[in-house]
């Protein structure tokens, strides 16, 4: 079973900050996915990626295959982006299906 | 284009009563369904996933059952709720790929009283 780590677990920034979260995770996978909760729970795909670099506006999610890693970087923070942004790895599960695993997600607050 | 529903929104519910979560997809045929539960500082718990109508697979043995009457149909089921059932509750929605994207509703929030 694929293992799922974030880091950190809580994290307050100034507005306007660069943010980094990081997620590593234990198994190969076919893909990596970045979602963001709201604080009302509704979850957001923010990227889904299997290697290399993908960049939508100010965020920008990076994977190294190799070393089980990736990151995800918020430039120019601002207090809409406070939110729970969830790591997630699909790999094959039991009787062979395609699954998540979900890390624990990184509360993230930034203060104006 | 493909929307997801869940409802209700809210539910508090005493220990002992059943449960009937439902969640319909909408601009997509034969999706793959899931229902996630998210405790307070937990990460998502898959629950069930089904393939196909009829089909389902349950990932943690627990009192929840699910049923998929339909294809786009996917309800969540308890005949006796415990307080541990307290949580929210996700429905989502992939196609069959190899990477398995999801696509989330908007969730219920389960109160156990």
């Known amino acids: 079973k694929n293992e799922v780590e974030q880091s950190p677990q809580n994290l307050t920034a100034q507005e306007g900050e660069f943010i980094t979260i990081n997620c590593s995770y234990s198994?190969?996978?076919?893909?990596l996915h970045w979602l963001q909760q709201h604080p009302g729970g509704g979850i957001v795909s923010l990227f889904m990626?299997?290697?290399g670099k993908k960049k939508h506006g100010r965020l920008i999610a990076t994977i190294n295959i190799q070393e089980k890693h990736s990151s995800l970087h918020i430039t120019a923070s601002h207090p809409r982006d406070s939110a729970v942004y969830i790591c997630?790895?699909?790999?094959?599960?039991?009787?062979?299906?395609?699954?998540?695993?979900f890390g624990k997600g990184t509360k993230l607050s930034v203060i104006p | 284009s493909q929307t997801i529903h869940q409802w209700p929104a809210t539910l508090v519910q005493p220990v002992g009563s059943p449960l009937s979560l439902e969640c319909t997809v909408e601009g997509t045929s034969n999706p793959n369904l899931y229902w996630y539960r998210q405790a307070a500082g937990r990460g998502l718990q898959l629950l069930f996933y089904?393939?196909?109508?009829?089909?389902i697979s349950s990932e943690v043995p627990q009192n929840l059952s699910a049923s998929r009457p339909q294809d786009r149909q996917f309800i969540l089921s308890s005949k006796k709720l415990l307080l541990s059932d307290s949580g929210f509750y996700l429905c989502a929605w992939s196609v069959l790929s190899g990477y398995n994207e999801q696509f989330f509703g908007p969730g219920t929030r389960l109160t156990v009283l």
């Open positions: 990626l299997s290697s």
């Open positions: 198994v190969g996978i076919s893909a």
């Open positions: 089904s393939v196909g109508i009829g089909q």
């Open positions: 997630a790895v699909t790999s094959m599960g039991r009787a062979g299906s395609y699954q998540l695993t």
